[in-house]
């Protein structure tokens, strides 16, 4: 093998190497963002969790109020004797 073929492997075989290189890295860049993502999504799902959470509480406080003014309507039985 000649001094020139030598360097055309080398110079073959660096460039594989750099693109696998590139690759993982691409790879790692996919990877780091995935659980970003996953925390974001998690984030934003518990956000709207307790939003509901808060709308039903207030939906409670209404009817719990409402049942009272009714209760206040409906004679008792010692009213009625």
């Not at 460039?15 to 996953?38: C, G, K, S, W």
């Amino acid at each position: 093998m000649s001094s020139s073929e030598s360097r055309r492997e080398l110079h073959s075989e660096l460039a594989l190497e750099q693109e696998a290189t590139a690759d993982l890295r691409e790879l790692v860049n996919i990877q780091r963002q995935q659980p970003d993502e996953m925390v974001k999504k998690m984030q934003a799902a518990e956000e709207e969790r307790a939003k509901k959470d808060e709308e039903m509480r207030q939906k409670q406080v209404g009817t719990d109020a409402l049942l009272r003014r009714l209760m206040t309507l409906i004679p008792t039985n010692q009213e009625t004797r």
